[in-house]
C-alpha cells in the first residue's frame, strides 16, 4: 500500500510511465493532468529536530548531557519540500477556505504521557521550541515525535527519540568520558530472546 508522499515520490518526473507500468492502467493525458495538479497541492513536510538540556529557569545548556528526570527543549525545524504555494484546502464542507495546519506533539508511549503539543500554521519553513520534562529511565521510556497534519489523511510522521543516543553525541561533541552506567545498560528483548 502507497501513502501519499511515497506515491508523490514514485511519479515525479513520469506519471504516464507509472500508471502505464505500476498499476497497469492508461489514463487520458487530461486526467494524468489533473492527478498532477492535485498531487502537487498536497503539502510535504520535512522534519528535523534537536533536544537540549535546559535548567529549571528554561536557560538552555548547550554543552550538558541530558538528565535523566531532567528538563529540555525539543527544536523542531520543518520546511515544505513542494512548491505549491496555496495553503488553501479542498473541503466541501467546511463553511469557508480552511488552511491546512499541523500537529506537534511529544509523548512518552511508555506512561500514556503527553508531554507537550503545539499547533503549527506556516507556508514554506517554521521552527518551533518545545519545553519537555524528561522521563525518569531513558532505557525503558521512549519518547515520541508527531506531527500530525490536520487536513489530510496520509502525511502524519512519528519519530523515537533516542535520548541515550543523543548523550552519546553531546559527549563526543564535547569529549566528555562515557558514563559506567551506560556501558552496563542491557535491552530487556535482547536478553529474553
Given at each position: 500500500m502507497l501513502y501519499i508522499p511515497q506515491l508523490i515520490h514514485r511519479i515525479r518526473g513520469?506519471?504516464?510511465?507509472?500508471?502505464?507500468?505500476?498499476?497497469?492502467?492508461?489514463?487520458?493525458?487530461?486526467?494524468?493532468?489533473?492527478?498532477?495538479?492535485?498531487?502537487?497541492?498536497?503539502?510535504?513536510?520535512?522534519?528535523?529536530?534537536?533536544?537540549?538540556?535546559?535548567?529549571?529557569?528554561?536557560?538552555?545548556?548547550?554543552?550538558?548531557?541530558?538528565?535523566?528526570g531532567g528538563d529540555a527543549i525539543v527544536s523542531v525545524n520543518l520546511r515544505r519540500t513542494n512548491k505549491y504555494n496555496r495553503q488553501f484546502v479542498s473541503a466541501s464542507n467546511f463553511p469557508k477556505p480552511k488552511e491546512c495546519s499541523w500537529f506537534l506533539l511529544i509523548g512518552n508511549k511508555a506512561t500514556n504521557e503527553l508531554l507537550a503539543m503545539k499547533r503549527i500554521a506556516f507556508k514554506r519553513y517554521a521552527s518551533k521550541n518545545l519545553q519537555i520534562c524528561l522521563p525518569r529511565s531513558f532505557v525503558n521510556e521512549q519518547l515520541s515525535i508527531i506531527l500530525m497534519c490536520d487536513s489530510y489523511l496520509g502525511l502524519d510522521q512519528e519519530y523515537e527519540i533516542d535520548l541515550n543516543k543523543i548523550n552519546k553525541v553531546i559527549r563526543a561533541k564535547n569529549n566528555l568520558p562515557e558514563t559506567e552506567q551506560e556501558e552496563e545498560w542491557v535491552d530487556p528483548e535482547e536478553v529474553v530472546a
Open positions: 513520469d506519471i504516464k510511465g507509472f500508471f502505464d507500468n505500476e498499476v497497469r492502467h492508461r489514463l487520458p493525458h487530461e486526467d494524468l493532468v489533473e492527478i498532477v495538479k492535485a498531487l502537487e497541492k498536497v503539502p510535504l513536510v520535512e522534519m528535523k529536530y534537536s533536544v537540549t538540556a535546559t535548567n529549571h529557569q528554561e536557560e538552555i545548556l548547550d554543552r550538558e548531557v541530558l538528565e535523566e
